[in-house]
């Protein structure tokens, strides 16, 4: 069975960056890509982008584009997404979850980790 | 984007009764290979998503078969046949044909 553990949560100034991980096990990490999404406190889910860990290759949502940067790590079975120029809005749960391979199916999010809270605040 | 609209947004039932939950896209949801992306996530009381259903119909495994999906194009549906006490918790549908967007939510509670 799949499973994501992500890093604890963080502290973060206005203006600062953030870095969050998520460690995979249990499949084949190459044969998936993950997705991160995010939750503000009491509100819905949002698509914050996916990478291919099989090719790298990467999508984002168009209001993180240039913000964030999603980036893995094959040896380690472990994906990264970096938050920069972070405001008080970007307070959230950021969760991973395992997606599709490649552009050739559509997102499925089907294995989610447990969430990393993020907190900007001055 | 492509816009999910979920209704009801609040949903008491009473233990053992059916419950409903509609969700609408702004477009129709076939992918280039042909499959419906929809799916229907549950999230618990301080826990994270977990996906219930995936295209359409297509029940995840453990998951309890009182749950099924169902509908094409843009209308879409989940239905609980008898509603248990661990059924509590807000159930978002989720389209993953386009970039992935989520209706808003419906709260279900026991009446």
């Known amino acids: 069975q799949a499973q994501l553990v992500q890093s604890g949560g963080e502290v973060k100034k206005p203006g600062a960056s953030v870095k969050v991980s998520c460690r995979t096990s249990?499949?084949?990490?190459?044969?998936?890509?993950v997705s991160w999404l995010r939750q503000a406190p009491g509100q819905g889910l949002e698509w914050v982008g996916w990478i291919s860990a099989y090719n790298g290759h990467t999508n984002y949502a168009q209001r993180f584009q240039g913000r964030v940067t999603l980036t893995t790590d094959r040896s380690t079975t472990t994906a990264y997404m970096e938050v920069r120029s972070l405001t008080p809005d970007d307070t959230a749960v950021y969760y991973c979850?395992?997606?599709?391979?490649?552009?050739?199916?559509?997102?499925?999010?089907?294995?989610w980790g447990q969430g990393t809270l993020v907190t900007v605040s001055s | 984007d492509v816009v999910m609209t979920q209704s009801p947004l609040s949903l008491p039932v009473t233990l053992g009764q059916p419950a409903s939950i509609s969700c609408k896209s702004s477009q129709g949801l076939v992918f280039i290979d042909g499959s419906t992306y929809l799916s229907w996530f549950q999230q618990r009381p301080g826990q994270s998503p977990r996906r219930l259903i995936y295209?359409?119909?297509i029940r995840d495994s453990g998951v309890p078969d009182r749950f099924s999906g169902s509908g094409s194009r843009t209308d879409f549906t989940l239905k609980i046949s008898r509603v248990e006490a661990e059924d509590v918790g807000v159930y978002y549908c989720?389209?993953?044909?386009?970039?992935?967007?989520f209706g808003q939510g419906t709260r279900l509670e026991i009446k």
């Open positions: 979850a395992r997606d599709r391979r490649d552009v050739l199916a559509g997102y499925t999010c089907d294995f």
């Open positions: 295209k359409v119909s």
């Open positions: 989720m389209q993953g044909t386009h970039g992935p967007t």
């Open positions: 249990g499949y084949t990490f190459t044969n998936y890509g």
